[in-house]
């Protein structure tokens, strides 16, 4: 059976444009201290040059794209080639060109310092 | 006439996407675990993909940050056993606001299709993917039949 089996050309144009890949949601732990908060993302089978980090207007968006070779006959599958997708709330007080990202053993690690203008301060109190 | 022929072209438009979900709804039903993250509480296991590639078998399993010492893998005869631990380290002074990923023990059994040799298995870990090679043993490997 063919496709085209349509009395007029369809057009495309019409319909929406969906992504290539299916999108999951990487489980994430976050972690805060007085100078950084720190992000850990699963994202098993990404390599480096798929991830991409997005900071933009107090949104943090991570995207890896994970593509697995498929070499011979699949018998039983459970994973498959994806897109983890997620995106946070950030507070302003990132400073975003200090962030730094690292991806090790399928685990995307991101710090993001605090600018000293958020840090946390002791105020002395002084007799008056 | 012609802006009739432009909604019928639309009208097969919606059509042909709602078919297309409908064909990847039937394809998934059975496998509502695709799309999951690994290791969530619920499925305490790593998930595993079996391919069959002519004389040997290839297993692969999602093992985000787990370090290869952590791993173990027994073989014997058709039975392959994959266990280990996960551990998650809390940095040191800081405080959590979202603990998803979690530490956990697992083990996962196998009876695969055919006998393998075990002494010549290969396990790599790559990118929190475990690959292991397993090649079929000398009874099971596929015979060229010579027609007379």
Known sequence: ?128 | MFTRMNEIDRMFGAMDLLRTKMDRLFNEMDRPYLHRPAFTLSTNAPRINLLENGDKFEVRAELPGISKDDISIKIQGNYLEISGKREIETPEGFKPHRKERSATTFSRSFTLPDEVDAEKVNAALKDGILYLTLPKSEAAKPRQIAVN
């Open chain 1, 1 to 128: 059976m063919t496709d085209s089996k349509y009395i007029t050309r369809t057009e495309n144009k019409a319909i929406e444009k969906t992504r290539e890949l299916k999108t999951a949601t990487p489980s994430v732990d976050i972690y805060e201290n007085d100078n950084e908060i720190l992000l850990y993302a699963d994202m098993p089978g990404v390599h480096k040059d798929d991830v991409t980090v997005n900071i933009e207007n107090g949104k943090l968006f991570i995207s890896g794209i994970r593509r697995l070779d498929h070499q011979g006959v699949s018998n039983w599958a459970e994973f498959v080639d994806v897109e983890y997708v997620r995106s946070f709330s950030i507070p302003q007080s990132i400073k975003v060109k200090d962030v730094a990202a690292k991806l090790k053993d399928g685990i995307l690690t991101l710090h993001l310092p605090k600018s000293e203008a958020a840090k946390p301060r002791l105020i002395e109190v002084t007799a008056a």
